[in-house]
C-alpha cells in the first residue's frame, strides 16, 4: 500500500480518503500487471482526489481529480484507462477530470499583469465539460433558455466515437 500511495498528490496537511486509496491502488494494479498495455504512460500519472456522485436511479460514479501537468499522458490513455479503472469498480462510471485554476477579474492582486484566456470561469467550465465527455470530442453545443429562465445546455458529441 505504500507504493499506491504515492499515487496521490494532496495538499500538506490533507489526509487521502478511502476512496482515494481504494482510486490509487487501483492506478498502481493497473501498472504493476504484467498484461497491461498503459504501464509505461501510468508510471507519471497520480491523482489529486476523488469523489463518489450519484448518477440517475441508483447508480453512482467517481470522479477523479488529476493535476493538470499529468493531463497531457492522461488524455493519450483515457479510454483505456476509464476502461481498467472501471473493470475495477464495478457498477460504477468512471470520470477523469483535471484541476484547472479560475483566475477572478482582480487577478491584479496575485501579481499577474494579464489574466490568459484559459484561466477564465467559462474556458475553465467548457473545458471540465470536455473531460467529462471524453474520449468523445463535443461537435456542438446550443442553450435553450426557458420562458421561466432556467437554462437547458445541449451538447452534441461526435457520432462517429459511439
Known sequence: MLNARKK?????????????EEVAKALFDIEVSPSSDI???LRDVVISGAKEVEVGKGGAAVVVHVPFRVWKTVRKIQGRLIRELEKKFNKRHVVLIANRTILDLN???KGLKVRP???????????????????????????RISVDGTKLLKVFLDPNDK
Open 39 to 41: 504501464k509505461a504512460e
Open 107 to 109: 487577478f491584479k492582486r
Open 8 to 20: 496521490i498528490v494532496k495538499e500538506k496537511g490533507t489526509a487521502p480518503t478511502d476512496l482515494e
Open 117 to 143: 484566456r484559459s484561466r477564465t470561469l467559462t474556458s475553465v467550465h467548457e473545458s471540465i465539460l470536455e473531460d467529462v465527455v471524453g474520449p468523445t470530442e463535443i461537435v456542438g453545443n446550443r442553450t
